[in-house]
C-alpha cells in the first residue's frame, strides 16, 4: 500500500489550554505514515497523553494496520471480540439497553495485567446525539500536584491489581440481570490479582503518574483494609478533579489514542434511546516502573 504524502510538518497538533489531551489534524490514518510522521504523532501522543484524530472513515483493516504502526497487539481478555477480529472489540450498546453502559468507572486498561497496553485506540462509528462523552483524567499532573511529603510517601508503595470487581465470578457482570450487547466473558482467571508500583514512571517521558483506579485497584500492600481504602479514596477524588479531567466529545470517524500509563478514563453514559458503537484496539506495554 503506498504511503501518504504528508510531511511532518504538514500535522496539526492543536492542544488543550492544560496541555492534557490534543487533536491531530493534516493526515490520512487509511494509509500508512510515514517514519518522521509517525514520530510526530508519537511525540504528541507522549506529551498530551490522548489525543484524536477527527474524519478518519477507516476499515477494519485500517484500524488494524494503524494500531500496529503504534505497536503490537496488546491481549484483551473478558470480552468477546469482533467475529474474525480477534484484536478488536465492538463497544455496542443498543438504544434498549438498559444494562449500565461499558466502561462507566474510572480505570487504566487491563491495569490487572503484568505488562497492561500502553495505548488504546478507540474509532466511533455511531455516535449517539446526546451524552456518551469519554472523560479522561491527567494522572501526571494529578501526582505533581501533590506534596512533596505525600509523593514520598506514594513513590515506594505497591498497589494491588485485579479484574474481580467487573469481570469475577461473583462481579458486576456476572449479577447482571439486564441485557447486555457485548459478550462479557466473566471467570476466575480475573480473581488473580497483580503488582504495580503505585507511582509509574512514564518510559517516554520520564514524568511520574499516580497509577491506581476504583475498578481494578483492590489494596495498597503492607496496608490494611481500611488503611488502603483510605488512602486510595483520597487518590481517586483527587486525580478526578475537573482541574485534571478533560471531557471528550465524540464524531462519527474521529479516532482517538490514550496512553494508559498516565491516564485514567470513565465512559460517561446519558444516551439512553440512542444506538452507540465503537471499536477498540489496544497496544501491548511494558512493565510498569
Ligand atoms: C472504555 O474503553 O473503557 C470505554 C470508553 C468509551 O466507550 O468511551
Known sequence: MPQQ???????HVTPNESGFGAAITGLDLSKPLPPDV????????????VVWFPDQPLTHDELEAFTLQIGPFGHDPFIAPMEGRPHILELRREPDEKAR??????HSDW?????PPAATLLHSKVVPPVGGDTLYADCTRAYDALSDTMKRLLDGLVAVHSAALPYGTK?????????????IIVSEEAEKTCPHPLVRTHPVTGRKALYVSPVYTVGIEGMTYEESAAL??????HMTRDEFVYRHKWQPN???????RCTLHFAD????????VMHRTTVAGDVPH
Not at 5 to 11: D, F, L, P, V
Not at 269 to 276: A, K, P, S
Request: charged residues 20%.
Open 232 to 237: 486510595l479514596g483520597f487518590l481517586y477524588n
Open 254 to 260: 474521529m479516532l482517538t489514542m490514550w496512553d494508559n
Open 171 to 183: 462481579g458486576v457482570f456476572a449479577q447482571e440481570t439486564e441485557k447486555r450487547t457485548m459478550k
Open 269 to 276: 453514559g446519558g444516551y439512553d434511546g440512542h444506538l452507540r
Open 5 to 11: 504524502a504528508a510531511k511532518a510538518e504538514s500535522i
Open 101 to 106: 453502559n461499558f466502561g462507566a468507572g474510572w
Open 38 to 49: 509517525l514520530e510526530a504523532v508519537r511525540a504528541a501522543w507522549a506529551h498530551h497523553a
Open 111 to 115: 491495569s490487572f495485567q503484568d505488562r
